[in-house]
């Protein structure tokens, strides 16, 4: 199996989406970051936050999407021949995307419902 270098832009590429995919998934400010989500909350630890274990998983599925790109296109260009390898890397960033969409949906749907909640 051959060693897969990063062709131009794609680290780019990979960055602006993973932006795009973090902007997407974050609603109201940064958790325990001083904006509106966390501001005045005193004693709370500098712990692991809901926020930053989705913006890990969003990163991951995204840095698992530009690695299966990379792939795909060194195995049409002749440079990798492991098929199996690429679907399977593939599947797995199809997999992780689908995740990240789901979970982003379901906060969503959370939020609109607290939305509608009257006080």
Sequence with gaps: MS?????????????????RLREDLRIGGEP???????????GE???VTFGSILEKTAMAASAKEAEAVSKAEALAQGRLDDLHGTMITMK???ISMKLVG??????????????????
Excluded: Q
């Excluded at 325990?32 to 005193?42: D, H, I, L, T």
């Excluded at 379901?106 to 609109?112: C, E, I, S, T, V």
């Design 92 to 94: 797995e960033a199809d």
């Design 32 to 42: 325990g970051g001083g904006g509106p989500a966390g501001a005045g909350r005193a």
């Design 45 to 47: 630890t500098a712990g």
């Design 102 to 119: 789901s979970v982003r949906d379901k906060l969503l749907d959370a939020f609109h419902e607290l939305w509608r909640i009257n006080v």
């Design 3 to 19: 060693k897969i270098e990063p062709v131009g832009g794609e680290s780019i590429a990979a960055a602006a989406a993973a932006a």
